[in-house]
């Protein structure tokens, strides 16, 4: 067979096929492949009919048709499945050949099969891709990390496809290396795991202190999305609020099942918070809000048992609306603070250097967290590439002041009135918390002390001395090591 194809790509489900389309839309040979050939026969001669489209039945035969060096795209279940087709594919490469996983892999695979492809002359790339269906087709956020030697060969490619912003600037760009890219787009889901749960909190306030219908809901979520909110998320809150279902001629939405489903990557994020230390607060609150989702027969059952205030609202309207919104923008923002601080641990953990402005670039268009917000994210990152905490930017600061006594109203409001409201109330005490020059931990330090003799620090003598009390008269003077885990 004579090589052909620029890529080849592996796996044709929504994602590969619409990825496939978005290449070859823009000049690309695409040359496909699916361990269900009969799933490549299906597209050339359907969706990719008359393209320049190669189909091809077996890894020899896809391998055969790429040009040198050969690039292939894996879009196949994180897991084993990406280890059985690497292994599939292995023997028939070249050194200097590539190999790119562009699934919702966990990162320290993506390190792991950099290093241990590295180590046999084969480059390797593990890429988040963000977007959905139509970001596939039509341009999604491309967060590329692996072997850096691969990038160049891969980049028109992956800028070509990608989402671009206002000035044509692509939503793609080179993260780092090894498990860099996939941990980005881990902590992406995370966001926007946070964000979700905080449109759901929105619309669950106005609807059980308002009463507002579904279209009502609608329309305050499409003037949301011309303000400060704008975003995708808000846009498609607003579509489905007003989406009629044909069968019963009402709201589709409010006859959806309230149980929640997740795949893994929030759930990874939250873990890796917990691994080096990062208090993650709102998006942990958001994968457990899912979790309790879950236990629908369990609610039902404890509904009937457990009492609690019944949701009555008089007071002004429009004013709680209002409330709502700055609650909602507010909290936002502690969301993306808390994940840019995860990916500032994960620097110092690594030494993986992030472009913590570039990464709000690439997430500006084409991803599901895309918003007008991440403009002012990217601001921030150009003043100060250092900035600690993206709440003590100028305009991240004059932004929750503005908002905080809504904040704080609509946060009182859900607890008085019995309405769960996890991500924005601990999204309130997280900053209540990080504002504060003085926390409590310095009497669970003399608890630990206590009970473990592990020792404490104390406010008149230097930082790093440890001191250890004999609280009890029995416990003598001997204390643990100091350490943390």
Same mark, same amino acid.
Request: glycine share 10%.
């Given at each position: 067979?004579?090589?052909?194809?620029?890529?080849?790509?592996?796996?044709? +489900?929504?994602?590969?096929?619409?990825?496939?389309?978005?290449?070859?839309?823009?000049?690309?040979?695409?040359?496909?492949?699916?361990?269900?050939?009969?799933?490549?026969?299906?597209?050339?001669?359907?969706?990719? /009919?008359?393209?320049?489209i190669v189909g091809t039945h077996s890894p020899a035969e896809l391998v055969a048709s790429l040009k040198s060096p050969r690039k292939i795209m894996i879009m196949v279940k994180a897991g084993k499945p990406v280890d059985d087709v690497i292994a599939e594919?292995?023997?028939?490469?070249?050194?200097g050949d590539i190999l790119i996983d562009g699934g919702n892999s966990q990162f320290p695979d993506s390190t792991r099969r950099t290093k241990d492809l590295k180590e046999k002359g084969i480059l390797y790339i593990?890429?988040?891709?963000?977007?959905?269906?139509?970001?596939a087709l039509k341009g999604p956020s491309i967060m590329p990390g692996g072997n850096p030697e691969a990038w160049p060969a891969v980049k028109p490619i992956f800028q070509a496809i990608a989402a671009k912003v206002s000035d044509g600037s692509p939503c793609c760009d080179w993260v780092g290396p090894e498990g860099a890219g996939h941990?980005?787009?881990?902590?992406?889901?995370?966001?926007?795991?946070?964000?979700?749960?905080?449109?759901?909190?929105?619309? #669950?306030?106005?609807?059980?202190?308002?009463?507002?219908?579904?279209?009502?809901?609608?329309?305050?979520?499409?003037?949301?999305?011309?303000?400060?909110?704008?975003?995708?998320?808000?846009?498609?809150?607003? #579509?489905?609020?007003?989406?009629?279902?044909?069968?019963?001629?009402?709201?589709?939405?409010d006859n959806i099942l309230d149980t929640a489903g997740q795949k893994g990557t929030g759930k990874w994020t939250?873990? *890796?918070?917990?691994?080096?230390?990062?208090?993650?607060?709102?998006?942990?609150? =958001?994968?457990?809000?899912?979790?309790? *989702?879950?236990?629908?027969?369990?609610?039902?059952?404890? *509904?009937?048992?457990?009492?609690?205030?019944?949701?009555?609202?008089?007071? #002004?309207?429009?004013?709680?609306? #209002?409330?709502?919104?700055? /609650?909602?923008? =507010? +909290?936002?923002?502690?969301?993306?603070?808390?994940?840019?601080e995860l990916i500032e641990s994960m620097a110092k953990e690594t030494g993986w250097k992030f472009n913590k402005s570039g990464i709000a670039l690439m997430w500006r268009g084409g991803c599901i967290i895309r918003s007008r917000f991440l403009g002012n994210i990217k601001e921030a990152f150009d003043r100060d590439g250092n900035l600690p905490n993206l709440m003590l930017d100028p305009f991240f600061k004059s932004a929750l002041e503005k908002a905080?006594?809504?904040?704080?109203?609509?946060?009182?409001?859900?607890?008085?009135?019995?309405? /769960?409201?996890?991500?924005?109330?601990? +999204?309130?005490?997280?900053f209540d918390g990080y504002r504060s020059e003085r926390l409590p931990a310095n009497l669970l330090q003399a608890q630990r002390d206590y009970f473990g003799a592990h020792t404490y620090e104390r406010l008149d003598k230097a930082r790093g001395q440890f001191f250890h009390t004999n609280w009890t008269g029995r416990g003598g003077n001997t204390s643990s090591s100091t350490y943390n885990v």
């Open positions: 067979m004579q090589p052909t194809a620029d890529i080849g790509l592996v796996g044709l +489900a929504v994602m590969g096929e619409n990825l496939v389309l978005n290449m070859e839309s823009h000049g690309y040979t695409v040359a496909v492949f699916n361990r269900t050939t009969s799933k490549v026969d299906e597209f050339v001669g359907g969706r990719g /009919a008359g393209k320049k594919f292995l023997p028939l490469l070249s050194p593990g890429t988040g891709v963000s977007g959905g269906e139509e970001g941990f980005v787009k881990m902590v992406h889901n995370g966001i926007e795991y946070g964000d979700m749960q905080l449109i759901c909190e929105a619309y #669950d306030l106005m609807k059980r202190l308002l009463g507002l219908s579904a279209q009502e809901m609608s329309d305050v979520f499409a003037r949301w999305n011309t303000g400060v909110l704008d975003s995708y998320l808000i846009e498609i809150t607003r #579509d489905i609020l007003g989406y009629v279902d044909p069968e019963t001629n009402q709201p589709l939405v939250v873990v *890796s918070a917990m691994d080096t230390g990062t208090p993650l607060t709102l998006i942990s609150e =958001a994968v457990f809000s899912r979790c309790l *989702s879950a236990q629908k027969d369990q609610r039902v059952h404890a *509904s009937k048992i457990l009492s609690g205030p019944k949701p009555t609202y008089t007071g #002004d309207k429009a004013q709680l609306i #209002d409330d709502i919104e700055q /609650a909602l923008y =507010a +909290a936002k923002i502690v969301s993306y603070a808390q994940g840019y905080s006594d809504g904040w704080r109203r609509v946060a009182a409001l859900a607890v008085t009135q019995g309405i /769960a409201a996890p991500a924005m109330t601990t +999204a309130l005490a997280y």
